[in-house]
């Protein structure tokens, strides 16, 4: 599994934009990089998913540079039911063993 | 379409007892894994199931921790003769397939409180 590394906080208002980049140095070249999100007392729900470039769906975008030792995932305008846990993660295509490191935590203000 | 169904919600059991968590995969899904979610952690891999097959078990601790996933039936859980350290959320998740394309449904978990 591809070390990440990602904020421990983050502090936005209900209109702004939110983006949260998270570090993996040593991903390898099968390594996808995906979001989730999870809400108190609910289980992790997936965001959005990439390998390269950018990727947007309804959602979120994630940003992927061309070294891909880093990405972003953007959440525009955000609310204030955008208040959660972010996580980041990395594997490749056989990579089940997922373990969610602590996260970003986003809380939204009004 | 349901999605990933744990019960119970919360289960409370006094030390020395077991506890029993069930997990219903996703209509279509014959891919089960579990995780533990210790307070103020991120989740970590337990086990992984398919069908009457467990696939890896490395997450699990090696005692009192047991999983199935039988033919007929939610995936099941087990924890023998629970201690306090125990307690934590259980989450499962399922996908229909294991691959990248496949990202995992989770269920809203089991808080597991040992007294």
């Known amino acids: 599994l591809a070390k990440t590394t990602q904020p421990i906080s983050m502090d936005s208002y209900e209109g702004q934009e939110v983006n949260i980049t998270c570090s993996h140095n040593?991903?390898?070249?099968?390594?996808?990089i995906t979001w989730y999100q999870q809400f108190p007392s609910q289980g992790p729900r997936f965001i959005i998913q990439?390998?390269?470039t950018k990727v947007t769906n309804e959602v979120a975008s994630l940003f992927i540079p061309a070294d891909r030792k880093t990405s972003t995932l953007s959440l525009p305008r955000v609310s204030l039911s955008d208040t959660a846990v972010y996580y980041c993660?990395?594997?490749?295509?056989?990579?089940?063993?997922?373990?969610f490191g602590a996260g970003t935590t986003v809380t939204v203000r009004a | 379409n349901a999605g990933v169904m744990q019960n119970p919600r919360h289960l409370v059991r006094r030390r020395g007892q077991e506890a029993r968590l069930r997990c219903s995969p996703m209509?279509?899904?014959?891919?089960v894994y579990w995780y533990r979610q210790l307070p103020e952690e991120g989740l970590k891999f337990m086990v992984y199931?398919?069908?009457?097959?467990?696939?890896?078990e490395s997450g699990m601790p090696k005692e009192r921790f047991s999983a199935e996933f039988p033919k007929e039936g939610p995936s099941i859980l087990r924890i023998q003769q629970v201690v306090r350290g125990d307690s934590a959320a259980y989450f499962c998740?399922?996908?229909?397939?294991?691959?990248?394309?496949?990202?995992?449904?989770f269920g809203n978990g089991t808080r597991l409180t040992v007294t």
């Open positions: 998740a399922s996908s229909p397939r294991q691959d990248h394309n496949s990202p995992l449904h």
């Open positions: 993660l990395v594997g490749d295509l056989n990579d089940y063993k997922l373990s």
């Open positions: 040593n991903i390898a070249t099968n390594d996808y």
């Open positions: 990439g390998y390269k």
């Open positions: 199931l398919q069908k009457e097959n467990i696939i890896d």
């Open positions: 209509k279509g899904h014959s891919h």
